[in-house]
């Protein structure tokens, strides 16, 4: 290999591709960041906000969450602008990257389906494509509803049967209400110049492992199959060399690496800018894949939702604090009335409790708080001085 990057060079290629340092085009807002990041996953959690809001604002600021909200699931007719769809998890991608994702529909196919969506019967099928057809778009509820009993998973075929469709791609998800998916036929939401499964299985994985690429600047194989996802990455150094990867040696790794040629001339011009002082999603995908974060921040990160209230370590809804192009403290948030609670603040040093301070207010006036109270603070001597920085902070 002939480039070989600092550990510092290969953290600053990763926040810049991420919209996380230096200048990013603000009059592109929400859609830019989509189209640099590729994907941003979704989450039903919303205790400060949920994870698909949190991501625009870690990068743009207190931009509106109506904002947002628009971005991502308002549309014209026949000109969408994003789908939703399984690429790293459930995602919200530009609409450009339909086509790419044909791998993953084919694959699906093959399967039958998705979940228990294999044992549903073409009738009901047919029926949710008709109805589709002949009323427009819809929700689940207006379907037939989605669930048999009121069990959080105890879905009905007809749930079942409308998430088969939408993994294999006869149905599309282009519209949230709420929280409600809405259904829709490709053919009637997808602009017609993308709605086409004509690029290969090879092909797809190329565009993959370079989109992944250029959102995450330099990487190792395993955060770039990850990424999207990508299963079955065979002969991988040829794949990232016709995606238009560069192999490098990043110091302290021990796997190989990639970067994109982008993040390459960067480094190389001496581009600097500003870091940006924020709140991350636990979602965030600067941070989703748990390997990369240790490597490239020496930060453990864990979400601790699903893990019983007496095994958490740091609380139920972390969110990594980046500053200065580290990750130097968490916070499990809360909201109570128009208070913001961290009712569990970590700090690495003393040197993050400013801004910590910081982070919270900015959290708290964006979802409309206009106090902010810590609870717990670890260490517990940090705890006066971030205590007096939140105060001053109002």
């Known amino acids: 290999m002939g480039t070989i990057l600092s550990a510092d060079e290969a953290r600053r290629a990763a926040l810049r591709a991420q919209g996380l340092l230096g200048a990013i085009n603000r009059r592109a807002g929400v859609s830019g960041v989509l189209r640099l990041l590729g994907a941003v996953q979704l989450d039903t959690i919303s205790v400060l906000a949920r994870s698909q809001e949190l991501v625009p604002f870690s990068r743009l600021g207190p931009i509106g969450r109506e904002a947002i909200h628009t971005a991502f699931w308002t549309h014209r007719p026949g000109a969408a602008r994003t789908f939703e769809y399984w690429s790293h998890a459930a995602c919200v991608m530009p609409v450009e990257e339909w086509p790419m994702m044909a791998l993953r529909r084919r694959e699906y196919r093959k399967r039958g389906g998705v979940w228990g969506s294999t044992d549903i019967s073409e009738e009901t099928l047919r029926g949710i494509t008709a109805r589709l057809a002949a009323e427009g778009p819809l929700t689940t509820k207006e379907l ?25 791609g006869e149905v599309v998800c282009v519209e949230r209400r709420g929280w409600r998916r809405v ?80 993040a390459l001339a960067a480094l190389e011009s001496g581009a600097g800018g500003r870091h940006r002082t924020t709140l991350l999603s636990p979602f965030d995908s600067l941070i989703w894949h748990r390997p990369r974060a240790e490597r490239l921040f020496g930060f453990t990160h864990r979400l601790e939702a699903y893990v019983p209230k007496a095994k958490r370590i740091h609380g139920y809804y972390v969110t990594p604090l980046l500053h200065g192009g580290q990750l130097v403290g968490r916070v499990d948030p809360a909201r109570e009335g128009r208070t913001l609670i961290g009712r569990q603040v970590s700090l690495a040093t003393a040197k993050a409790v400013e801004p910590m301070a910081r982070a919270l207010r900015e959290a708290a006036e964006w979802v409309g708080c206009d106090a902010v109270r810590v609870e717990a603070v670890e260490p517990a001597r940090l705890a006066p001085a971030l205590h007096e920085a939140v105060a001053a902070s109002g």
């Open 183 to 262: 259904y829709d036929l490709p053919q009637r939401a997808i602009p017609e110049q993308l709605l086409h499964d004509d690029l290969d299985d090879h092909a797809c994985s190329v565009r993959m492992i370079a989109q992944a690429g250029h959102a995450m600047g330099v990487a190792t194989r395993s955060d770039l199959v990850d990424y999207y996802r990508l299963k079955n990455a065979k002969n991988f150094p040829a794949l990232a060399e016709e995606a238009g990867l560069v192999p490098v040696e990043v110091d302290g790794w021990s796997q190989d690496a990639w970067a994109d040629p982008a």
């Open 144 to 168: 037939g509803g989605a669930r048999k009993t009121p069990g959080w998973w105890d879905w009905s075929d007809v749930k079942l049967g409308v998430e088969g469709l939408l993994a294999t």
